[in-house]
């Protein structure tokens, strides 16, 4: 599992549209730490995710339901991934593990999200409806087996299918190559993270950890059993992590067995990530025009 800032662990990513909130960096990351040159950078693949949910938001009120554009905004600007533990103290020092980011997040597409008010309050009847109407029907779904083995599908009918259509065109041929490069790094960080090297580095780290009074196996370990009381303590931990992870040279490893691990995973679908990057690059014109026409929404810098 690999280690979000977001204080989450990567497992297994499967492509799930959350009701009524878009997905900012689900689109096309194949998880490798130095993407290629025609990779969307984290700021595109943001603008991908607000024009896919204005042309939602277009579809569905066209249908006769309430939709309000819901992004986590500037929240996800600072996040970062950092797939074998933090090594950048600058960054861990100003957000520690991430919560401040993650409750930012949560804050604009949490509860009080105008979209789940909304859905909450309707009929039964309506809200199958407008689920219906998201998502799309049962009878015509696109399916793909994705490197980790999952299998991910989606309707090609409904608003959600209908705005991928408009941003990248055959939502037949997107959708595989999408969910197969956002499952890339499923299947080969968990590889890293217990090859037995990787966990030599990190018997190290854990020693330099424990040196600063923090008992934790590896980072993921840290994750899973931390408990900050503060955000000052959440620093100093975060801060620990970084500075035994650029002494010890886990991150480093951790790049090395991924690009080793991970050659033949990505070679194996190669094809496919080339044409989602591809998809993503024919849109992102196409994406700058909604944003700059949309009230109130602004492409990232």
Known sequence: MAIRSLVRLRAAVVLVAALAVAAPLAACADGRPAPEDNAPTAAQRRDLSVAEDLLVGRCMRALGFEYHHVTAGSALADDRDFPYGIDDRDWAAKHGLGAGIRAAVEERTGAGNPNRVYVGGLYPERRQ????????????????????????????????????????????????????????AGAVQPAVLTDA????????????????????????DLRARFQPRSPDEERAVATAEADCVLRTGLADTGRRLDAELGTPVRAKYAADIRACHRFQAAALPRAAELISTAPGTEASD
């Not at 793909?144 to 041929?173: E, F, I, K, N, W």
């Not at 009074?213 to 993921?220: I, K, R």
Request: with cysteine.
């Open 129 to 184: 409806a407008y689920t219906v109407a998201m998502y799309g029907r049962s009878e015509r779904v696109l399916s793909v087996t994705v490197p980790t083995g999952d299998v991910v599908s989606m309707s090609a009918d409904g608003c959600l299918a209908d705005a991928q259509t408009h941003l990248y065109g055959d939502v037949t041929r997107w959708f595989p190559a999408s969910a197969i490069t956002n499952n890339v």
């Open 197 to 220: 090297r990787y966990k030599a580095v990190a018997s190290d780290w854990a020693a330099c950890m424990a040196g600063r009074g923090h008992d934790f196996a590896d980072p993921v």
